[in-house]
């Protein structure tokens, strides 16, 4: 076919290469390319201008929830120059601050708001956008219109308070000395990126350094006087287009361009105070706790990792790197979670840390977190599951004392209180409201269902369910969680020095409160997969596209080898249906194979297929990959497949291992099954031992479709039967989607 319709762009490679060897291939590959004559000129698609402000009002019988869109089309101006930049960070600083406030209104009283936030988006390289959305409380589209119209307005007309801009400050000016920090260790994918924008549309690239030192001479002498001026004239009332999309209800009317435009109106002619009360930055900590002592240390010389044991009974794992100049990563574990609890306080449990999420922590509500942490790289996420609770955290090195401050107090003075309380059954009750309406929903549940033959805890949540939350269960039930930080192991991987960390750790986590022969044991919750073949159908919704989950299961005995072998089979089984269904059949865009284990009583394994296709190839597709199984079991693999894999493997260990996170999980993982952290070190010898018997014997292990369960969503009514695939006019006649 003709060429004509390319044209030739610039390219860009980065990575750990020779230069000399990727030039030699480059000239190799591409230098026979000429970019056509009559290559047609680069246009991009116009973007119209106009001065009224456009409506849109939608529902969709399979839309859940509602939300609204505000977009302000601009024109973009060159970014070559200081003085655009100084602008850039102007409006870094403005949107910051919009959003903030957007915050603070989702939280008031009978706030018709769930969220909000606002961006920039560029669309093409003259024209962007700056887009609010905002997700919204059913029927109360008009006072959210209004709420979010009104914040945007008290920016335009009055600006904002000298301690916003100090917070907004601190947040970008983080962010810019992390991405200097990091320079030399920065993904190339970030790199590229940036240099393929540079070309596209023209970003400058300065360089790291000479940016970093512009955001630090701007920052500092920007006021509330210049913010002021900019968000005065930023947002234009040309060009504006409010749209909002609402679940198709009876019950539910669409809100008209009329009441819409009403809204505008009544907004624009309201005279606003501009007054705002000022936030006080209070400390996360007001008085540093009593230290503990370290009790017990041991060494692990060839991982480079030490094994401290706190006064308090806590196991604290450290393993200093120098894989980021600035991140420490802290993992956390302790069995327990909510199997601890009968099933009448199962609600309220499983609630718990979506209510604290929105209370706060210790002295401080969100806001006044929000702000006690702003400009630190600092994150902190509590969690608790079935069978244990732990957290995930991350500092910078310079943080790390803040983030063991809010460990401390999520410890020992965790919050949930009523305000907490009312915006998360909020956020659910919304959630909810329309659950029944949503294919995926209706598809998850069936699947649910046929899994775990109707157990109540898995079953999935409804309004009811909300009504059974009690806060003071709740309140009770985290703490417990919590309460004894013996039953605790924590890793710690990062930059950081033993010498350095050995003080905090005994501030902050040995005088936690704890006692070692406390530890508790998750209980069985007599949860019970069936032991035979379970399939179901589900037709549902409009979209003429089929979904398959398929697991198969079994009890699990294995140890570390066999873990090695199931994951190894796992990864084989992907790479295997892969080829056939989506290469060779083309029947699907991708098919996903995983594998989980239960540890816990009764300890079983899992193996999960899932991917989505045309509704009439679902058996042919399903056929075909029982003949994958069929040939794993069978041992007629392709000659490489296994040399592959282990190369494969190879390489991703070999990356993963220069990463904090990867190895705060792998140790945390080892620590919580109790086995020798130096076995780690086995892994390249599990590899070399892989060969295609070992496949074969485990996937007769493990690829049991007799114990399995197949759950098929397929669309309401089925379409007429096709000779012939369809073309791009087809869908285009029958609004379809290939």
């Not at 196991?315 to 199997?339: C, E, M, R, Y």
């Not at 490489?640 to 990356?655: D, F, M, V």
């Amino acid at each position: 076919g003709s060429d004509a319709w390319w044209s030739m762009t610039p390219a860009e490679l980065l990575g750990d290469f020779a230069p000399g060897t990727v030039t030699g291939l480059v000239e190799k590959h591409f230098s026979g390319l000429r970019e056509p004559d009559d290559a047609p000129e680069r246009r991009y698609p116009p973007i119209p201008d106009h001065e009224e402000t456009l409506y849109g009002s939608f529902s969709d019988p399979e839309v859940t929830s509602t939300s609204l869109s505000v977009l302000f089309k601009v024109n973009d101006v060159e970014e070559s120059s200081h003085a655009a930049y100084r602008e850039l960070l102007v409006e870094q600083l403005a949107i910051a601050m919009l959003n903030e406030r957007f915050a603070d209104v989702a939280r008031a009283a009978d706030s018709p708001l769930l969220g909000a936030g606002m961006g920039k988006q560029r669309l093409t390289p003259t024209k962007s956008t700056y887009g609010l959305g905002a997700s919204v409380k059913e029927g109360r589209v008009d006072e959210a219109l209004a709420a979010v119209l009104i914040e945007l307005r008290q920016a335009q007309e009055h600006g904002f308070a000298a301690d916003e801009l100090e917070v907004a400050k601190r947040r970008i000016a983080n962010g810019y000395e992390r991405y200097y920090t990091e320079r030399a260790k920065t993904d190339s994918r970030t790199h590229a990126d940036e240099l393929v924008r540079a070309f596209t549309t023209g970003e400058p690239i300065p360089g790291i350094p000479y940016e970093y030192r512009l955001a630090q001479r701007y920052l500092a002498d920007i006021d509330l006087d210049e913010v002021l001026s900019f968000t005065s004239s930023w947002l234009p009332t040309t060009g504006r287009v409010i749209t909002t999309v609402t679940p198709d209800k009876d019950d539910l009317p669409r809100p008209t361009r009329e009441a819409l435009a009403a809204v505008v109106a009544d907004v624009s002619s309201r005279t606003l105070s501009g007054t705002r009360a000022a936030i006080e930055r209070r400390a996360l900590l007001e008085s540093p706790p009593t230290p503990g002592t370290v009790i017990e240390q041991e060494r692990v010389p060839k991982l480079e990792v030490e094994r401290w044991t706190r006064s308090n009974g806590m196991t604290v794992i450290l393993k200093p790197t120098d894989f980021k100049n600035d991140q420490v990563v802290l993992k956390a574990h302790s069995w327990g979670g909510t199997s601890t609890v009968d099933d009448d306080a199962f609600p309220s449990a499983r609630a718990a840390l979506g209510i604290a999420a929105q209370s706060g922590v210790g002295a401080l509500d969100v806001p006044e977190l929000r702000r006690a942490v702003a400009g630190r790289s600092v994150s902190f996420s509590p969690w608790v599951a079935e069978y244990a609770e732990g957290f995930d955290a991350a500092s910078s090195s310079a943080d790390l004392e803040l983030l063991l401050q809010w460990l401390h107090v999520h410890f020992t003075d965790p919050r949930l209180d009523e305000k907490g309380l009312e915006l998360a059954l909020a956020s659910q009750r919304e959630a909810l409201r329309n659950r029944l309406k949503r294919t995926q929903a209706m598809f998850n549940g069936a699947f649910t269902e046929a899994m775990w033959s109707g157990f109540s805890r898995y079953a999935p949540w409804t309004l009811e369910t909300l009504d059974r939350i009690d806060l003071d269960r709740a309140r009770r039930f985290l703490r417990a969680r919590f309460a004894n930080a013996g039953d605790f192991t924590v890793v710690i991987a990062g930059s950081f020095s033993l010498e350095e960390i050995k003080p905090l750790l005994e501030r902050y986590l040995a005088s936690l409160p704890g006692d070692p022969s406390e530890r508790e044991v998750p209980k069985d919750l007599g949860a019970r997969r069936p032991t035979k073949r379970v399939k179901r159908v589900i037709r549902r919704g409009v979209d003429q596209q089929a979904a398959l989950r398929f697991v198969m299961h079994g009890p699990w005995q294995g140890k570390r080898n066999e873990r090695y072998l199931l994951n190894a089979l796992v990864e084989l089984l992907s790479v295997r249906l892969r080829e056939e269904l989506r290469e060779e059949l083309g029947g699907t865009y991708g098919v996903q194979a995983r594998a989980s284990l239960r540890e816990q009583p009764p300890a079983d394994y899992v193996i999960g297929i899932s991917f989505q296709s045309d509704p009439q190839r679902v058996d042919e597709l399903v056929t075909r990959m029982h003949a994958v199984f069929d040939e794993l079991r069978a041992q007629t693999l392709p000659a490489n497949a296994i040399e592959a894999l282990k190369t494969q493997q190879r390489r991703t260990r070999e990356t993963s291992l220069k990463t904090n996170g990867f190895w705060a999980s792998l140790l945390l993982a080892y620590a919580r099954r109790g086995e020798p952290l130096v076995e780690i070190l086995d892994y390249d010898q599990m590899v070399s031992a892989l060969t295609t018997e070992t496949i074969r014997q485990a996937a007769r292990r493990w690829l049991r479709p007799d114990r399995s369960v197949d759950v098929r969503l397929l669309p309401s009514q089925e379409s007429p039967k096709r000779s012939k695939p369809l073309t791009a006019v087809d869908c285009a006649q029958q609004q379809c989607s290939q």
